[in-house]
């Protein structure tokens, strides 16, 4: 299970900073398509990737050094640019039209009173990069229209469920035992879902047929392993970066089938609009800490300017094997 942890930084990309690592990369992504002029395609195709890595690379690290107010700005359109070059990976003629480079979400009009960033909104759209990121790149179809509030999105991250555990009194994650190619899940995931453990491992079953091996259970765990190590999401187990272990969620959600790199994406779409467009609120959260969204907004910003990079290379590196 180490496979997530050869990324380092962003050195992990300068085999992608080569016109020909980079054109070579993306005929063998075209190929296994069957694209029609597969080397040309990618021979056309290779500077806009990397210039799409490279602009990526240099949001992040000016959201690095620059203060927390437009720290979102930096973070949402660096994580954008990447999202473009793993699209080029698949789609050799991105981009198309106009409607694919919308955003493809929106947010609500806000009330300047009593604004609560938890209980805010993004609904997805019928066009634009969120939608096309998630036909193209995760083949989910069906997602415009969906309003998901913050809490939610944050509720996914699993990085934050300690933050969740001190401000709320409880874990959005249970993390995931290891010993060698044996997971083991405490059993106290049956009290989050209400279920019996035959019920339980069934629904394991239908969620993930193809990937999970179920082993004999104890008094404790319930135990499994997986036939594949080509992906890093193993929806819905999630790969926590900071303790570097796989995490379960703890509350049943159509969202826990949602790719990370889309939850990273509307939480920062919603944080750059909030920033550019409600300064008298983000400003006043930022100087005087009034409540919790302080907290979690730092914390999500510090894990995503780490973990957006991170979750791009593992997608990149998933087509180079």
């Not at 992504?29 to 500077?47: G, I």
């Amino acid at each position: 299970m180490l496979l997530m942890l050869d990324f380092k930084n962003w050195d992990s990309f300068l085999y992608f900073f080569s016109a020909s690592s980079s054109q070579s990369f993306l005929k063998k992504c075209y190929k296994l398509r069957s694209t029609d002029l597969a080397e040309q395609k990618s021979y056309e195709n290779c500077y806009p990737f990397i210039y799409y890595l490279e602009h990526g690379q240099i949001y992040y690290n000016q959201a690095k050094n620059a203060p927390l107010i437009i720290q979102p700005i930096l973070l949402f359109y660096g994580l954008v640019h990447l999202i473009k070059a793993c699209i080029l990976t698949i789609d050799p003629n991105y981009p198309e039209s106009t409607t694919v480079l919308a955003h493809g979400v929106s947010t609500r009009k806000r009330k300047k009173q009593q604004y609560h960033f938890f209980l805010d909104e993004v609904k997805i759209q019928k066009s634009g990069l969120l939608p096309y990121m998630g036909e193209k790149m995760f083949h989910m179809k069906h997602l415009e229209g969906e309003k998901i509030t913050m809490q939610e999105l944050l509720s996914q991250i699993p990085e934050l469920s300690l933050m969740f555990s001190q401000t709320k009194g409880k874990n959005t994650f249970l993390q995931i035992k290891r010993n060698d190619d044996l997971l083991s899940l405490p059993k106290i995931i049956l009290d989050h879902y209400h279920m019996t453990e035959s019920r339980f491992t069934d629904f394991l079953k239908t969620d993930m047929a193809d990937l999970i091996i179920l082993q004999e259970s104890n008094d404790q765990f319930i135990n499994f392993s997986l036939n594949t190590l080509d992906n890093v999401e193993f929806l819905p187990f999630k790969y926590n970066l900071e303790n570097l272990e796989i995490n379960f969620p703890t509350t049943k959600s159509v969202l826990n089938n949602y790719p990370e790199l889309l939850i990273h994406y509307l939480l920062l779409y919603n944080l750059s609009m909030i920033s550019r467009y409600e300064t008298e609120w983000w400003s006043e959260l930022i100087k005087m800490m009034p409540n919790q969204d302080y907290p979690f907004i730092q914390s999500f910003l510090n894990i995503t300017s780490k973990k957006g990079p991170f979750l791009i290379y593992q997608f990149l590196k998933g087509k180079l094997s």
